[in-house]
C-alpha cells in the first residue's frame, strides 16, 4: 500500500457545510474517505475522456414481446465480444428484460458500444455505468 500523506485543504465555510451534509447524506465516516471517492471518480473520469482502458456495465430494459429487439441486441453483442465480459439476463416481468452486460475495452470503442445499444429502437432505457479497471487507481 501506498504512504499516506496528510494535508490541509482551505474551503469557504459555506460550501464545507455542503460537503458536511452532502457526506452524512452518503453514509461516509470522514471527509478524507470522502475526498479520496471524489478524487478517484475525476480520474475515472479522465480514464474515460482520454481513452483509456476501462470497465463498466451496460443496462438495458426493452421489451420482450419484440423479437426483433432481442436478435438486433444480441447481434450487436456478437460483433465484439472483445468487449463483453459477460451479460446478465433477467426476466423482470411478463413483457420487460434487463441486461446487464459488462464490459471492458478502450473508452471509445464501449462507448459505442453502449450507444449502439442504447440507440436500438425499442429499448425503453439505456445507462452505462463509467467505472475503472482500477489498474490506476490507490
Ligand atoms: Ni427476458
Known amino acids: 500500500m501506498d504512504k499516506i500523506v496528510r494535508f490541509g485543504v482551505s474551503l469557504e465555510k459555506g460550501l464545507l457545510g455542503k460537503f458536511d ?3 452524512e ?20 473520469e479522465k480514464e474515460w475522456r482520454e481513452g483509456a482502458e476501462v470497465a463498466g456495465a451496460v ?8 423479437k ?4 438486433r441486441i444480441t447481434d450487436i453483442q456478437h460483433d465484439c465480444p472483445h468487449l463483453i465480459i459477460s451479460t446478465q439476463h ?18 471509445e470503442e464501449v462507448r459505442r458500444l ?3 445499444l442504447r440507440s436500438i ?3 425503453k432505457h ?10 490506476d487507481l490507490e
Open 68 to 71: 426483433d429487439l432481442v436478435g
Open 25 to 44: 447524506e452518503r453514509g461516509y465516516s470522514s471527509r478524507s474517505e470522502a475526498l479520496r471517492d471524489l478524487i478517484r471518480q475525476s480520474l475515472i
Open 90 to 107: 433477467i426476466h423482470l416481468d411478463h413483457d420487460h428484460c434487463l441486461e446487464i452486460i459488462a464490459v471492458r475495452g478502450g473508452s
Open 121 to 123: 429502437k425499442g429499448v
Open 126 to 135: 439505456g445507462t452505462i455505468n463509467m467505472s475503472s479497471t482500477g489498474k
Open 21 to 23: 451534509a452532502l457526506l
Open 114 to 116: 453502449a450507444d449502439s
Open 59 to 66: 443496462t438495458l430494459i426493452y421489451d420482450h414481446n419484440r
